[in-house]
């Protein structure tokens, strides 16, 4: 295969032809370009080049007079929300803020950070321009660091016209600063300022960027390569996860090796666009570079799974040179994103392994609910053998524990069902995960075992991020010891066994064990107290499927909808879902 390159997603551009025209995007150049006449040959949309993120997307215009309008574009409102977020105004636009707050006036722009950097930094040559300024390498001619060659990233501060922009800042030097020890983590050094600029000092990487490894291939890396690179990305996110950070703008421009050598580490820079997120929560600002956007970032209510679905694109880019979404606007791009299905058929997949298409299918599922966590990507059987695979804690067992204990005797015991019919792959990573919460000698585990290795392997992040007060929630719930067995029925995902193959399969087993061993004739009443219907629901109807008329018990059909738990509509405000 020849460079990089997309296959048009062609319902999608059709429809984008007759509806609309380009979407702009703003790059770290004078001008915005127009969009291409034909394919664009980068599995990115944007230069290759060391850089803050960009993320502005344009919300397309209609053209007049072309007959009834087109379904609403997934783009809608993501110009506005962005402009405000960059400061990006232009006139006769839309009003997207109040007073003179879209200029900078009246905007406290002192960070705090010393003022001491020309008389301690030497800038080099230029090495990268983004959004609000651009990144350079310089030698540090003083400090602890004397001698020795670092980059630094220069925010101007008269691009930062909003509250937004300036907290974005602040946001991204607290990141770095409280997120670090990891190897795949671009070091940070320190942050100045002066009337001007900030300045963030990082560590340099003079190896490039991962995008251009992959057109230095020619499009397209072997799986043992491609493997090779997806660990330590997973490596670094789960890392990140852990501590409650999200990037949001994971991509191949966004991950740089420290040297021209082959096998040089990789390292994950960027957090200009980064978040700290609870395990309950939900974040809502579109963020991120269209052609690696999850399809919860544009419906506005997404977590940590949002880089999972990028680390699924940047996987499926390296493993057939390919992006699995394509149109020639950044409207059509999302319509894909939010609509379209990745091709699996066309060369090189029919020779890849079975192993590698499944890995890719995990991450790249429309419902985020069904996508893999990094910690369960590095247990995947594909890559899980890998010397360098690193499997942490992972949050979401938290959240499903949680879930566990507050659910009724009923659902526990077709839980305990589910859990007797996994296969010895489905129970990998349960297993990776009891060791990794120390097990005592008898084989249980309690609640504070979450609390103590979290803090075992904690960064300051975790203070940001309010995860400590998520796992100190569970901690404190009182219940007995869990064993292996019943530890199985509280962590699984029900909906993530629901994207495999086997899931007839395994229900059907796991209802014959149910039936056997838990199955009890219920009332209707006690089926909406589980769910959490109000008196108000038409119970009768809502749940009639539930129960078998011969003998009042549970159906097959009741067990599996009983399974995944009460659905978000029934769930209180302050629940939790799976």
């Known amino acids: 295969m020849g460079i990089c390159h997309g296959k048009p997603v062609e319902s999608a551009v059709r429809e984008e032809e007759d509806a609309e025209v380009s979407v702009s995007v703003s790059i770290p150049s004078s001008g915005t370009p127009k969009p291409p006449k034909s394919p664009f040959y980068s599995p990115s949309p944007l230069p290759s080049s060391y850089k803050s993120s960009p993320g502005h997307v344009g919300t397309p215009l209609r053209k007049i007079f072309k007959g009834p309008f087109p379904p609403p574009s997934p783009a809608k409102h993501i110009k506005a929300f962005l402009a405000r ?4 105004v232009k006139p006769n636009a839309a009003s997207i803020s109040e007073g003179s707050e879209a200029n900078g006036i009246g905007l406290d722009k002192s960070f705090g950070f010393s003022r001491q950097f020309r ?33 630094v990233k220069v925010i101007t501060k008269s691009k930062m016209t909003t509250a937004i922009a300036i907290e974005d800042v602040r946001r991204e030097v607290r990141i770095l600063r409280t997120l670090s020890g990891h190897k795949n983590l671009v070091q940070f050094y320190d942050a100045f300022e002066d009337d001007e600029n900030v300045y963030i000092v990082m560590e340099l990487c003079r190896g490039g960027e991962l995008l251009d490894r992959i057109l230095a291939r020619g499009g397209k890396y072997t799986e043992e390569d491609a493997k090779a690179v997806l660990v330590q990305i997973l490596n670094v996110v789960a890392y990140c996860h852990l501590q409650g950070v999200v990037h949001r703008d994971l991509k191949p421009e966004n ?13 994950v820079i960027d957090f200009g666009l980064s978040d700290f997120v ?29 880089d999972m679905w990028s680390i699924g694109v940047i996987a499926y880019i390296l493993l057939c040179g390919s992006r699995p979404f394509w149109a020639r606007t950044e409207s059509g791009i999302f319509r894909a994103v939010l609509k379209a299905e990745p091709n699996f058929e066309e060369p090189p997949w029919p ?58 005797s009923l659902r526990k ?30 084989g249980y585990i309690g609640l504070q075992n979450l609390k103590t290795v979290l803090l075992k392997h904690a960064t300051e992040a975790v203070k940001d991020s309010r995860v400590v007060d998520f796992v100190n929630t569970v901690s404190s719930l009182q219940y007995r010891k869990l064993d292996f067995q019943e530890f199985v029925a509280a962590a699984v995902s029900v909906y993530q066994l629901e994207a495999d193959d086997n ?17 009890r004739p219920i009332m209707i009443e006690e089926l909406a107290s589980e769910l959490g219907l109000s008196p108000s629901v038409p119970m009768h109807v809502v749940l009639q499927d539930w129960i078998r008329h011969a003998d009042g018990k549970l159906s097959f ?10 659905s978000s509509r029934t769930m209180p405000k302050n629940g939790y879902r799976q």
């Not at 983004?130 to 004397?146: C, M, P």
């Not at 991950?255 to 390292?267: G, M, N, R, V």
């Not at 890849?352 to 299918?361: I, N």
């Not at 990776?432 to 000698?441: A, C, D, M, R, T």
């Open 503 to 519: 899931w007839e399969q395994l229900t059907s087993s796991a209802y014959e064990i149910f039936d056997k061993d838990g199955n």
């Open 557 to 566: 059909v009741g067990f599996v909808k009983l399974l995944h738990g009460p």
């Open 119 to 151: 008389s301690r930094y030497e800038i080099g040559e230029e090495v990268g321009r983004g959004h609000f300024g651009y990144t350079s390498s310089a030698k540090a001619i003083r400090g602890d660091l004397k001698g020795q060659e670092v980059a």
């Open 255 to 267: 991950f740089l090796f420290t040297s021209k050598d082959e096998t040089a580490p990789l390292k």
């Open 351 to 408: 020779t890849l392994s079975p192993e590698a298409k499944d890995f890719v299918k995990r991450l790249l599922n429309k419902d985020y609910r069904k996508r893999m966590t990094a910690a369960q990507a590095q247990c995947h059987p594909w890559i899980r053998d890998h010397p360098d695979v690193v499997v942490p804690m992972d949050m979401v067992i938290c959240r499903l524990i949680k879930t566990y204990i507050c659910s009724s």
């Open 278 to 306: 609870k395990p309950d929560e939900r974040l809502n600002d579109i963020v991120g570079s269209a052609y690696y956007v999850a399809p919860e970032v544009l419906r506005r209510s997404y977590g940590t799974e949002a």
């Open 413 to 442: 015991s077709a839980l305990t069902a589910l859990a007797r019919s996994l296969t010895v792959n489905q129970l990998f990573y349960l297993q990776e995960q009891f060791s990794i919460l120390g097990p005592n000698k008898s």
């Open 85 to 88: 977020r960059h400061g990006s």
